[in-house]
């Protein structure tokens, strides 16, 4: 038998299901674990989370897509989270000419639909041994730089689309958006992808009492918040030699904005200005933001990752969101941990398990490590520290 800690683990990324099936069926037989991802966000959540060696890429995931496109700007998000990690490319009737494309991004090597089973496994092997004899270590924290940001709808690509394009160059940025919509974590994105070795420096505006010497990339969270006497301080390290760039964030409008900054600050500033918009104006991103984070917090915690039906699903999307992402991560977090008793989703759309009372939240955590053990009373018992006899009377209170 194979040593699971030995065996390789393959990401097959490939919307179509019986494709997915058939490559798991050959490679799982030829010692190979195997992981699947069904889209883009998906295979940047599973890369993200678990250790993985190779990655199998079909530049057609996208249903109905045949310009390989998505499969081509997949291939650069993941080279940019793990610069390492070999990506084969798989084609099918888009053919070679998307296949080279890929390689020019730096894939691996390629194969085409429908493949030969035994070229495919040796080829696998052949790009794991090379991978291993050429692996040099990377940079101290090179993996985890850039963060996992998840955006499916067209309304983040778009902003997400503009500020890589702006990335590599020392323009300051404008990033604006409400509480919790992701800004911090672009502003970290955008770093990743600049080619500054140096971590940015995080400044809080509020509260700021003089500004930091250096001129790296200063990510400025709420930068209305600034003194009249930092403004002024900002606008002429921004005019002098050698200044910072700046990544503004701020919850304000841009007009907004405009009115509380003199105009030498807020020009420079927004010369590159991206909005983010609030989740409710995206649903589209909240069935993968959700996975994102259940996957997440499942692994995080050592804990079962919980399904979301179709009904939970259209209760997510009916929710107001006011603290948008940062919510939605904290309400996944719960669920996780909890079980999906206490899950925060409710029919009506109400914030029903906020704040769960001490019982809800025992009687949910009990209700989990019975599940997680298949109603085996001792098992769970063990798992919740408790003696079978105190299990068994918290069951009978809490009737279950
Ligand atoms: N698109 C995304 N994909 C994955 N995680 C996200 C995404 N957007 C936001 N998050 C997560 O949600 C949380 C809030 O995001 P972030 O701190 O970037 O928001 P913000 O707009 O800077 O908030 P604030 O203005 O309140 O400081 C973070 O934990 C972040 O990692």
Redesign the pocket.
Known sequence: MTDPASQPTVLFVDDDADIQSAARLLLTRRGFRVLAAHNAAEALTRVAAAPIDLVLLDLNYAPGATTGAEGLALLRDLHALRPALPVIVVTGHSGVAIAVAAMREGATDFVMKPWHNERLVTLLHDTLDRQRREARPEAPGAETDE?????VSEQ?RAPIALADRVAPTRAHMLLS?P????????ARRIHARSGDAQPPLLLDADGLSALPPGHGTWVL?GIEALTSPLQRALADRLDGTAPPRVLA?S?LGPEELAARLPPRLWLPIEAVRIS?PPLTERPD?IPA?AA?FLHYFAIRHGLAEPALDAASLDALRLRPWPQN??EL?AAMERMVVLGDVTSPVSTDGERAHDNPTLAQSEQALIEAALRRHGFNVSHAARDLGLTRPALYRRMARYGL
């Open positions: 963060p996992v940001l998840i955006a983040m958006g509480p919790g919509s992701g800004k911090t974590l672009l969270r964030l919850a983010l991103d933001l994102h992402v940062r991560r």
